[in-house]
């Protein structure tokens, strides 16, 4: 769990009031994120999630409320933030950037079925589309640039295999990113993070995605190839689950069918979204920071995923 910031009473007491969200009845430090501090917020006037950002900055957060208020106002259901009277919904809370959403109601799938997945890829799709229409721009802050510049600092730590494989996908990713076939990929904001625990279900009913701090403007497929290596593979050996896999393109093609480039270059992004995780959880694992309570991702989950991805290409 991470509460790398502790939050009084009195502190939530204010917010809320600030807000017009009732009286505070209940504070409690959320279990399982790694990037930020998270409170569930219970008031007289129902159920909410306190987030302080411990990375983020205050000219960065504009992009992600602002984006999450938009999929929300075209009926994507995502955390909604709360305004102060002066229309605010980026605050401040023992110094750091915060906000209050709503708390959306179901539960992680962890072990998710092809209806499962099949739900994800329709709204995926759907709020990509919904996307079209927001003119803020940040680029995805964990792309390219990000694995160029941190691949240095993380390289000291592993094995000659390990640095070996790394060294090569980043050169391979450099190159795909040069060609005239990424250019043409269809982009626009995209979550960037859509893992099993940023997506709430009832039953096989999605009810919501969350966790949009890491989301920008990057491609469509690289968000798509992001959900496929973590719905859609065996969670043992990171190989490739057919049915799941199928079920999640099915759906997302239903809603928007991908174009020659993203056919062309499906097996390259799904190599990119390993990569990015792989590198992040390294980069967690060897530089950690303070938090009163943490749980490090494994590593190695996504350096076999990357070399499943490697080995065993999707055929057309
Ligand atoms: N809007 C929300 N509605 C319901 N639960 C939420 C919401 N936001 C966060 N949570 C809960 O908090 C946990 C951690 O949040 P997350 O955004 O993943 O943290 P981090 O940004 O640190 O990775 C989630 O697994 C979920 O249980
Ligand atoms: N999904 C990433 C880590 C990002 O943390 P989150 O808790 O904000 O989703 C991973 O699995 O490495």
Known sequence: MAVFTKVSLKEARELLRRLHLGELQKLRGIEGGIENTNYFVTSDQGEFVLTLFERLTAEQLPFYLHLMKH????????????ADQRGAILHTVC???AAVVNRLPGQSQLAPQA???AAVGDMLARMHLAGRGYERQQ?????LPWWNETVPVVLPHLTPEQADLLGAELAYQNHIAASSAY???PRGPVHADLFRDNVMFDGEQLTGFFDFYFAGVDTWLFDLAV??????????TGAHHAERAGAMLRAYQAVRPLAAAERQLINAMLRAGALRFWISRLWDYYLPREASML??????????VLRQ????????
């Not at 680029?139 to 792309?143: A, D, K, M, S, V």
């Not at 991805?309 to 057309?316: C, D, E, S, T, V």
């Open 227 to 236: 959900c496929l290596n973590d719905w859609c593979i065996d969670w043992a």
């Open 139 to 143: 680029p995805n802050l964990r792309g």
């Open 295 to 304: 749980t490090p991702h494994d590593p190695a989950h996504f350096e076999r």
């Open 95 to 97: 110094g750091k950037p």
């Open 115 to 117: 209806a499962h997945c």
């Open 309 to 316: 991805r490697i080995a065993h290409p999707l055929q057309a």
């Open 71 to 82: 999929l929300a106002q075209a009926g994507i259901p995502v955390p909604d933030p709360r």
């Open 183 to 185: 250019t043409a990929l």
